[in-house]
């Protein structure tokens, strides 16, 4: 299991959450990116980075008035004072006795939980679990970008998988999102759209 930690959970809900990160920390997470949230009794949690919100305050609001920055005020801004980074989670799955399930989670975490990056190993095994399962949580969530987090979510993973030996994942996550859009044309151009983009 990977422990590099993102950040505490602020709120969250069955299908949601959101977590805080300082905006200094070099591990900030990608969009797209998957993550996890281990619970007590081998219970965790598994989503998807779906936004990255980074929030002004009343010294931002002065200083981007101003005409001239010093660099030395920049990072005093960003490394000495507490401006969390907000990054929005959508929960994709979950894991309980050593069993992965591309379930909602059977309740949520709890406040200031720690969040972490999955590392490859523990993403492979989650997406090769089941058979993209995950991917209706994603779809079903209209409000969300869904061609470009899932463009962005197959070009992370394809990465990982292709290290893994396993060349023909993102192939087989297309032909899926391909079956799972088959009845909802516009939805799949915007799908297949932002997945011609993503270099693999």
């Known amino acids: 299991m990977s422990e590099i930690e ?18 200094s920390q070099a591990n900030v997470p990608a969009f797209g990116g998957l993550v996890r949230i281990p619970l007590a009794d081998g219970y965790g949690i598994y ?15 002065q200083l981007v008035t101003a005409e001239e920055i010093d660099d030395d005020v920049i990072l005093d801004n960003r490394v000495n004072r ?10 994709v799955g ?27 190993k523990e993403a492979c095994a989650f997406t090769s679990a089941g058979r993209f399962g995950y991917f209706r949580h994603v779809l ?4 969300l970008p869904i061609g470009e987090l899932l463009a962005a979510h ?15 994942w993102a192939s087989s996550a297309t032909q899926e ?9 516009p939805t799949l151009m915007t799908v297949l759209s932002a997945l011609s ?4």
């Open 6 to 23: 993102i950040g505490r959970l602020l709120r969250a809900s069955t299908t949601a959450c959101v977590v805080g990160c300082r905006v």
């Open 47 to 61: 989503g998807l980075i779906y936004d990255i919100r980074i929030e002004d305050d009343g010294l931002v609001r």
């Open 82 to 91: 507490n401006v969390p980074v907000e990054v929005s989670v959508l929960h």
């Open 94 to 120: 979950y894991r309980q006795n050593g069993q992965i399930y591309h379930l909602l989670p059977p309740h949520p975490p709890l406040s200031l939980d720690a969040i972490y990056i999955c590392g490859a």
């Open 140 to 143: 079903r969530a209209t409000d």
């Open 154 to 168: 197959i070009k992370l993973l394809h990465a990982f998988h292709d290290k893994q030996g396993n060349c023909s």
């Open 177 to 185: 999102l391909i079956t799972l859009l088959r009845d909802d044309y």
């Open 197 to 200: 983009d993503v270099t693999m």
